[in-house]
């Protein structure tokens, strides 16, 4: 089995013609919906715990991507730039079911940030099997051959249930007018039964969809389901190729504000407006606003929001990389709220279009903005 999956973790380097230059950070829904429940491979949500409850890929565990970065209550990161240290991050990847053969496979929704924040998680600690699914959990509901036989089967429960509300409605007017004599104890009497097998059918539709969709969907409601493994980081293996700390990014901002464009660096923050200019912070943040000298691309700008992909496509994405006078022989550093999300989706899109110094600010502004001594700007 480990050979097989081996073969598929080779082949899926070579399966798109995306125009992406490094496109084996992806893995599409093909290839991805054939992994499905198999032995040596864990599908990986990086969306909140709530969120996987609603909707996961069967089998699959959680790693709420804003989870991963784990600071103190100051902001500080005790393994900078490791999301996590050593030992802390060998407990919480083993209790998720995953030992250092496991090839991970990282999703979302479709959009991307959490997806690409588990994926530059595993990758920091020397993870070599870890991939991104190209198009997320929709991706693999689009695919699910039992899909449409289960939204034939929602549309009947719903029909059904729209009925039984309308009767339920229709027998209390019913019995208001029993009582003013309009309608016949025996009418009443009738339209109550009807109800009752209207709210019955109903009741055993949805019992009936419930059933199915647990047992033959591959993405499913509910909690997680995982037995522990052991899991070993040898701090030989860690690779800070794609994160950076405060330090880096400090140097970075002073190079930027005293050569402006001219810079070799680029810092690309990737939250919202809102959050840029200070007017809205995190409770354990001290101070709002953002990293003088930053570029202003929020994540969504990436996001393919129309074609549910986690990214646009190589012309797409180089168009807005250079409205922003990045390339890919800059020197980035991006940044969110902790790393692990929107800073991430911006690394992993400049990785796919082939450059190669691209950090993510693992501290990002949790620590930035917690850090008195370092300067800020609205």
């Not at 999956?5 to 995306?18: G, R, V």
């Not at 479709?110 to 959990?137: C, E, Q, W």
Request: proline residues 3%; charged residues 30%; positive net charge.
């Amino acid at each position: 089995m480990r050979k097989f999956i081996a073969l598929i973790f080779l082949a899926t380097s070579f399966s798109f013609s995306s125009g992406y230059k490094n496109s084996d950070i992806l893995i599409s829904p093909e290839e991805a919906i054939k992994l499905i429940g198999k032995p040596g491979v864990m599908f990986v949500s990086g969306d909140s715990e709530d969120v996987y409850e609603l909707g996961h890929i069967r089998g699959s565990v959680s790693m709420f991507a804003h989870h991963l970065h784990h600071s103190d209550g100051m902001g500080r990161l005790h393994c900078e730039p490791l999301f996590r240290c050593i030992d802390d991050a060998e407990k919480y990847i083993g209790s998720k079911g995953i030992d250092n053969d496991t090839l991970v496979i990282a999703y979302d929704d479709y959009r991307g940030p959490n997806a690409t924040g588990v994926y530059h998680f595993f990758k920091s600690y020397g993870h070599k099997k870890v991939k991104i699914l190209d198009g997320g959990r929709n991706a693999i509901m689009q695919l699910d051959p039992n899909r449409p036989i289960y939204e034939n089967m929602r549309a009947e429960w719903k029909e059904a249930k729209k009925k039984a509300k309308k009767l339920k409605k229709e027998l209390r007017k019913a019995k208001k007018a029993m009582k003013k004599g309009e309608i016949t104890k025996e009418e009443y009497k009738a339209l109550k039964k009807e109800a009752k097998q209207a709210k019955k059918l109903a009741n055993k539709l949805k019992k009936q969809l419930d059933e199915f969709g647990q047992k033959n969907l591959l993405v499913i409601k509910g909690k997680e389901k995982v037995e522990p493994k052991e899991y070993h980081i040898d701090p030989a293996n860690i690779d800070t190729s794609n994160v950076a700390t405060t330090a880096e990014v400090k140097h970075a901002m002073e190079d930027i504000l005293k050569n402006g464009d001219d810079s070799k660096y680029r810092i690309v923050d990737a939250r919202s407006m809102i959050e840029i200019i200070g007017e809205r912070k995190m409770d354990n943040v001290a101070r709002g606003g953002h990293i003088p000298g930053a570029k202003f691309i929020e994540w969504k700008q990436i996001s393919d929001a129309n074609n549910k992909r986690p990214f646009k496509s190589a012309e797409e994405l180089k168009e807005v990389f250079e409205k922003f006078n990045i390339s890919t022989d800059n020197t980035v550093y991006a940044y969110c709220q902790v790393g692990t999300g929107r800073g991430s989706e911006i690394i992993t899109a400049l990785q796919l279009l082939g450059a190669k110094n691209v950090k993510i600010y693992s501290g990002s502004w949790d620590s930035w903005g917690n850090n008195m001594n370092l300067p800020i700007k609205r």
